[in-house]
């Protein structure tokens, strides 16, 4: 069994910066992507960022040079450093984790940015 624990988070004002971690835990696994999705009241969950075990990333259009995702494959840990944040980047932010066979989800966690 997978768990992912994700840390980070909280309120900031507009232009402030936040940065989410999350780290993954169990056995029997093996990681291919690690990412980042968030979802605001209303809207569908979307993709904020994802890396592959090699190491390249996509972003949402949203988001490019503002946010940064990376990894440690040690660790099995992902992190997204969230730059000149906006009141539209307000939402719950969710870890994924993806291997050959499954995808797991943390339990989100709330970003709030005041204009």
């Known amino acids: 069994q997978v768990q992912l624990v994700e840390s980070g988070g909280g309120l900031v004002q507009a232009g402030g910066s936040l940065r989410l971690s999350c780290v993954a835990s169990g056995s029997g696994f093996s990681i291919s992507a690690m990412g980042w999705y968030r979802q605001a009241p209303g809207k569908q969950r979307e993709l904020v960022a994802s890396i592959i075990i090699r190491g390249s990333t996509n972003y949402a259009d949203s988001v490019k040079g503002r946010f940064t995702i990376s990894r440690d494959n040690a660790k099995n840990a992902v992190t997204l450093q969230m730059n000149s944040l906006k009141p539209e980047d307000t939402a719950v932010y969710y870890c994924?984790?993806?291997?050959?066979?499954?995808?797991?989800w943390g339990q989100g966690t709330q970003v709030t940015v005041s204009s």
């Open positions: 994924n984790v993806r291997s050959l066979f499954n995808t797991y």
